[in-house]
């Protein structure tokens, strides 16, 4: 433009081009919520004629170009202040074109028109997602690549409801958040833009404007891929992975898991091995699949449990303080990579569960933490907002947009990365609204209870939900009370979760094999406790992390006695929690004796598999997995109190329990010397008359064991005892357990 004197006609074209003065007052100002309403092409009548004017904004263009899809290109003039436009005479919408910016340093840019595409999510997206049951929400929000008018680029989407302004800045527009102001969908909370050309692999994040004039530079929270940390910024990224475990997936669908055999092989991927040559880096997913597959397959594990993959800053949280609740860590590669890792294990039997972490979130500021300016993820006041403990944020359950944020992150681990379980961190924090809180620094829900309605609801919607969308996946609670109804279906007044981890049983055994067998006979009941609770929910008795760490020791270490009683003691230990009723969940470290507290800088101490010993530990862990998978009795009927009964569990003078396990017609006598004193003639109840074989004795030589010679085979005698009207004498050895299983 010059400076010139305009003649009237001149001003009303300018004033045309330019548009509103109020809409160019908002976008130079930084608060449109519609830009659209001005940038872009729009039909217009300019001196009596009918055409289309195009405009668009660069603060630091010198001069602009629309380069039409038909051929040619036509100036744009400038207005001032970054405004470019030009109209079109005789055009009609749509138009194609793109747009290049020109430079003070002579460089220009040319890029389609992000300004020029209607919405990318339709009505009905926002009203699943107002109502908080959108099922596939990484679908319309958080970026994705698309193609629309023919044009490919990425869609962004964000929730924001409360701030004056959102725009993307990115590594593709120098991130700038002047030059790509996104448009409010109304009463939804949600801005969009579809910005043509960006690719796969392109950085973003989200500039917000609060209400009171701030900017908060946030990534995306519904980000499939981040940058390793310490940076922040999300990743536009698509999955290419071809999956080839159809079978498994199909066969999942139509099994029971709390039926089937589970054994579960806890670990923490960062710290599980290492390769000291290569600094002491962790595995890759891909590196990791073949190497812990072997090794499950190996030691009878069915499951890998992974603790929190989702994207998190801090690695010592071990991943419970998550950033990214859809993004895999790029520590161990992409979320492809991941994709072929579980595959991996898909085609070789092994399932893959991970932790998921709904119940808190970390205050970074990148992150969720106030993303809008507002308590947006999480609720304003602290006594129901804040955890304490771990000095992170609790979320609104009771909003619907958080509610489908983290039922769609559930769904999208199952449905896109094809995870089995998800086992649920923290749920007895989540279900209490005084949980760890003097009395004075909690609310109160709407009925005078301790109860967080909301919570509890979130969680039965989402089991069920589950359940519905994703035949044969299954949940897993660490709930740490006596909350009645945890694995009940929803529908029937429970929380609908498939499984419970054992946390009474957990704490009453180790109590109990800590102590010296001298005191054991004192105790009895920390070990039949747990019975009279067993069948009131699906249970799996886990032996986790949380045992081996901050000064507890690891499981080794607990055991008393000396370096063979340790391993006698843990080879107990394990039998007992493989044999009785439940799943079960042993930690990375504990089938090799591991002496030290876990250490999620270092690695599993396989250098101790040069004693020989603790070979033998291993080969009876082997064993002991191959006998579990191998005897439905241990797995089958896990829901029915028949498939457990005592034969003796009051032998405190001898520490001796005595227990069948049955399914079917298949039953299995297992009896337990808690001591390091063998018993022989030990007599025994017996549920059938006949030959019982020795199907396992944690005291095998090969294992370790004191070589107390065991009977391959006994017969029952028609002797009377343990209510029984059939008994055999058996040798027990020192601490020790028989398994005896019907000659066929």
């Known amino acids: 433009m010059t400076d010139q004197p305009r003649s009237s006609v ?47 904004f660069h603060p630091d263009a010198t001069r ?15 207005l001032g202040n970054g405004i470019f436009a030009a109209f ?25 028109d992000p300004y020029r595409f209607p919405p990318t999510l339709g009505e009905l997206d926002l009203h699943l997602f107002g109502e908080g049951n959108h099922r596939q929400l990484w679908t319309v929000l958080g970026s994705n690549l698309m193609t629309v008018d023919g044009e490919a680029g990425t869609a962004f989407a964000v929730w924001a409801p409360n701030a004056r302004r959102v725009s993307i800045i990115s590594d593709f527009n120098g991130w700038d958040g002047r030059t790509l102001p996104m448009r409010s969908l109304g009463a939804s909370g949600i801005w969009e833009l579809f910005v043509p050309g960006v690719e796969e692999g392109a950085l973003y994040k989200f500039e917000i404007k609060t209400q009171e004039g701030g900017l908060r530079f946030k990534a995306d929270p519904m980000a499939r891929r981040a940058e390793l940390p310490p940076a922040t910024a999300s990743i536009v990224t698509r999955a290419t992975h071809v999956w080839n475990d159809g079978r498994w997936m199909t066969e999942r669908a139509k099994l029971d898991p709390t039926r089937r ?82 595959d991996y294990c898909h085609q070789n039997g092994i399932g893959v569960i991970v932790d998921w972490v709904p119940a808190h979130f970390p205050k970074d500021d990148f992150a969720l933490r106030r993303f809008d300016g507002t308590a947006l993820y999480e609720h304003e006041d602290p006594r129901r907002g804040e955890h304490p403990d771990w000095g992170t944020l609790i979320f609104n359950f009771g909003r619907a947009e958080v509610k489908n944020f983290l039922l769609a992150s559930a769904l999208y681990w199952l449905n896109e990365l094809h995870i089995d379980g998800l086992r649920v961190d923290a749920v007895a924090s989540m279900l209490y609204l005084d949980y760890s809180r003097p009395h004075d620094q909690w609310l109160p829900n709407q009925h005078g209870g301790r109860e967080n309605v909301d919570a509890i609801e979130f969680i039965k919607a989402t089991n069920h939900i589950i359940k519905e969308e994703v035949p044969g996946a299954f949940t897993v609670a660490e709930e740490s009370t006596s909350w009645a109804g945890v694995t009940r279906d929803a529908r029937e007044g429970g929380l609908g979760f498939t499984f419970k981890w054992n946390m009474g049983w957990m704490h009453d055994t180790l109590k109990y094999f800590e102590k010296d067998p001298v005191h054991r006979r004192y105790h009895q009941d920390q070990l039949t406790f747990s019975m009279i609770y067993e069948f009131h929910e699906h249970f799996i008795n886990s032996i986790s992390h949380d045992e081996v760490v901050h000064g507890k020791g690891s499981l080794y270490s607990k055991m008393p006695g000396d370096h063979w009683q340790k391993l006698a003691n843990l080879r107990l230990l394990l039998a007992y929690q493989y044999t009785r009723p439940g799943k079960q969940l042993v930690f990375m470290g504990t089938e090799i004796g591991q002496e030290r507290e876990w250490d999620h800088e270092g690695s599993v101490d396989w250098h101790l598999l040069e004693d020989p010993d603790r070979r033998k530990l291993q080969t009876f862990m082997e064993a002991l997995g191959r006998l579990y998978l191998a005897t439905p009795a241990f797995w089958e009927n896990d829901p029915s109190p028949h498939s457990f009964e005592w034969i003796d569990c009051g032998d405190h003078d001898n520490s001796v329990l005595s227990f069948l396990r049955r399914s079917g017609d298949e039953q299995v ?6 001591t390091p004193t063998p018993r022989e003639q030990y007599r025994v109840g017996m549920p059938e008359a006949g030959r019982w074989v020795e199907l396992l004795s944690s005291d095998d030589a090969a294992f370790g064991g004191s070589q107390v010679e065991t009977l391959n085979s006994v017969d029952t005698e028609a002797v009377p005892a343990h209510g029984r009207s059939q008994s055999a004498t058996v040798t027990l050895p020192p601490l020790g357990m028989l398994v005896l299983g019907r000659e066929s």
């Not at 919408?93 to 220009?108: I, Q």
């Not at 009878?300 to 071990?318: C, K």
Request: proline residues 6%; charged residues 20%.
């Open 10 to 56: 001149e001003n009303d074209f300018v004033a045309e081009l330019q548009g509103s003065a109020d809409d160019l007052k908002l976008l130079l100002h930084g608060d449109h919520h519609e830009p659209h309403r001005l940038l872009g092409a729009h039909p217009a009548t300019v001196g009596g004629r009918s055409g289309v004017i195009v405009r668009a």
């Open 669 to 674: 006598v297992v009896i337990m010397n808690l």
């Open 88 to 112: 079109l005479p005789d055009a009609s919408l749509p138009v194609g074109y793109c747009l290049r910016f020109h430079f003070s340093d002579g460089n220009s840019w040319e890029r389609g």
């Open 261 to 342: 055999p589970m054994n579960v092989y806890e670990v923490h991927l960062g710290s599980w091995m290492r390769i000291p040559e290569e600094g002491n880096r962790s595995l890759s997913y891909r590196e990791a699949a073949p190497k812990l597959v072997e090794y499950c397959k190996r030691l009878g594990f069915t499951h890998l449990e992974l603790m929190p993959l989702a994207e998190h800053p801090f690695f010592g949280s071990w991943g419970y303080q998550v950033t990214s609740y859809f993004a895999p860590t790029g520590r161990h590669g992409s979320p492809d990579d991941l994709r072929w890792f579980v």
């Open 64 to 78: 602009a170009e629309c380069l039409l899809a038909s051929g040619g290109a036509v100036q744009l003039a400038a």
